[in-house]
């Protein structure tokens, strides 16, 4: 099925350091959604981008809907240990009915 | 407030063989949708219930089937697993408007063997 483009795949940072990821599509999405899933769980919103252009932010956490609706990226400020985990994007279309479609996920590791 | 629940946690199964996952959804909300999560990848939709009906269904065969009770709480059932159906499978509810937020379950992990 399709998915969204989600880069990058893995990254490996220092505690402190800031941290960006992206999603691209090759359509329009109505609603962007940053989700994340620790080991043995299940994914956990973070955000919902819900606009063109909304910029969103949850404590260290920002997001924004790209004005083409094709994209989203997702910042990190400052990160801690805790942070570690796959950070997945997941979009909606009206076209689409109920369902989300889902990136491959951006596997983040953080060194104390 | 208990969020999603998902049975059993970890199961498996042998080639050929049937398997029934639970799912119990967040308190008030009405809509559960079923997902199947390979190692390394994105969830991909497989169906969603609502009104105990199969509202809308991605592109998963029909040995892939549900069920939705009155009180919201849902089943998946797959026959004749293969080896390829081993993954993580998670239960997701909402609200029935679509386009919102899911909240999502900590899955079921079935290992066919």
């Known amino acids: 099925g399709q998915q969204l483009n989600q880069s990058p795949q893995s990254m490996f940072i220092q505690e402190g350091e800031d941290v960006s990821m992206n999603c691209t599509s090759s359509s329009i999405f109505n609603t962007w959604l940053w989700y994340k899933q620790d080991p043995g769980e299940g994914p956990v919103l973070l955000i919902a981008l819900y606009k063109a252009g909304e910029l969103t932010s949850n404590g260290r956490l920002t997001a924004q809907f790209g004005i083409t609706r094709k994209d989203s990226f997702l910042n990190i400020s400052a990160s801690i240990p805790s942070d570690v985990g796959i950070y997945f994007c997941a979009g909606w279309k009206e076209t689409s009915g109920s369902r989300l479609t889902f990136g491959e996920g951006t596997q983040l590791t953080v060194n104390p | 407030d208990a969020g999603v629940t998902q049975s059993p946690t970890h199961l498996i199964k042998t080639r050929g063989q049937q398997v029934t996952l639970r799912c119990s959804p967040k308190?008030?909300?009405?809509?559960v949708s079923w997902y199947q999560q390979a190692l390394g990848q994105g969830p991909q939709f497989i169906f969603q219930y609502y009104e105990e009906e199969e509202r809308q269904r991605g592109n998963f065969p029909d040995r892939f089937s549900g069920h939705q009770f009155p009180n919201y709480s849902s089943e998946l059932n797959v026959n004749a697993l293969l080896l390829g159906d081993s993954a993580l499978y998670l239960c997701?509810?909402?609200?029935?408007?679509?386009?919102?937020?899911?909240?999502f379950g900590s899955g079921t992990r079935l290992t066919v063997v």
């Open positions: 308190s008030g909300h009405d809509t």
């Open positions: 997701a509810s909402s609200l029935s408007h679509p386009g919102g937020g899911y909240t």
